[in-house]
């Protein structure tokens, strides 16, 4: 059964079924341009499709058929980002927003189209995979626009494009193209536009039909890592061993040996 959900009036959907959860960032108008609303609205959808939806993976895509995202609404900050009391509001928000991807309990896809920009790229980078398709071009023009990028977010562009392109990227504002970003690791694969939805779809039932705790202990682990967290190294451990006395493992352990799919329940 397919379910649905909308937020920020509208312009964040979300939708699940069979375990993958689709969260839609819905402004094709202004290329996905996030506002303020949908800004406060992403980490309220991803709980949404991971608690009342029971996603098992979620996918991160812009709303249309030409591009992810444009970054944060630049109509807004004029009242919203006037000045140091606004603007610490404001991205107060996006960093919610960014630690929902990052911090999700289950993994998050990126599918990544045409215009990936500022916010846009920061949302791609605090995903666990991306895929683009060959069209898609990369750029934080904070710098550009007399910003500074916020703080807590450089880490997933330094995670995910390394040390050198990420100051490449935030020094100049320039823009990457996909094949420029692919060998530093950020994209774990480029398609052709036509066939973008489809390798994505495969990605995410893939990671879906696989049992929900050990999905969530290795992407505490990655992160524990990624971050040197040994808070997060240490939950990981524990729900790590969770997994043995799990209905999941006995499913597994029982499938394996009758050679069929496993139906697993995340219990």
């Known amino acids: 059964m397919k379910q649905s959900n909308s937020f920020a009036k509208g312009f964040i959907k979300a939708f699940c079924q069979g375990g993958t959860g689709l969260l839609v960032l819905d402004n094709p108008q202004r290329k996905n341009a996030v506002t303020a609303a949908m800004w406060r609205a992403i980490p309220e959808a991803i709980q949404w499709l991971h608690v009342e939806a029971g996603a098992r993976v979620i996918v991160l895509t812009g709303g249309g058929e030409a591009d992810f995202s444009a970054g944060a609404d630049i109509s807004e900050f004029t009242e919203l980002r006037k000045d140091a009391a606004t603007a610490r509001i404001y991205e107060a928000s996006n960093s919610r927003a960014f630690a929902a991807v990052r911090e999700a309990p289950v993994p998050m896809i990126a599918a990544i189209r045409g215009v990936c920009y500022g916010g846009g790229f920061g949302l791609a980078a605090a995903a666990d995979l991306r895929l683009a398709a060959s069209d898609a071009v990369f750029a934080v023009p904070a710098a550009r626009l007399g910003l500074a990028y916020p703080a807590d977010a450089i880490q997933d562009f330094v995670r995910g494009l390394g040390s050198q392109m990420a100051r490449r990227a935030l020094f100049t504002g320039a823009a990457l193209k996909a094949h420029e ?45 990624e971050q040197a967290d040994e808070d997060l190294l240490r939950e990981a451990e524990i729900i790590g061993a969770s997994t043995f006395e799990s209905d999941d493992y006995r499913e597994g352990r029982a499938a394996f040996a009758e050679r069929r799919r496993p139906i697993f329940t995340g219990r």
């Open 181 to 225: 970003v692919l060998p530093t690791g950020f994209l774990s694969e480029i398609t052709e536009p036509e066939t973008l939805d489809q390798r994505v779809q495969i990605l995410a039932d893939t990671i879906a039909a696989n049992a929900p705790l050990s999905l969530r202990a290795s992407k505490l682990a990655l992160r524990a890592v």
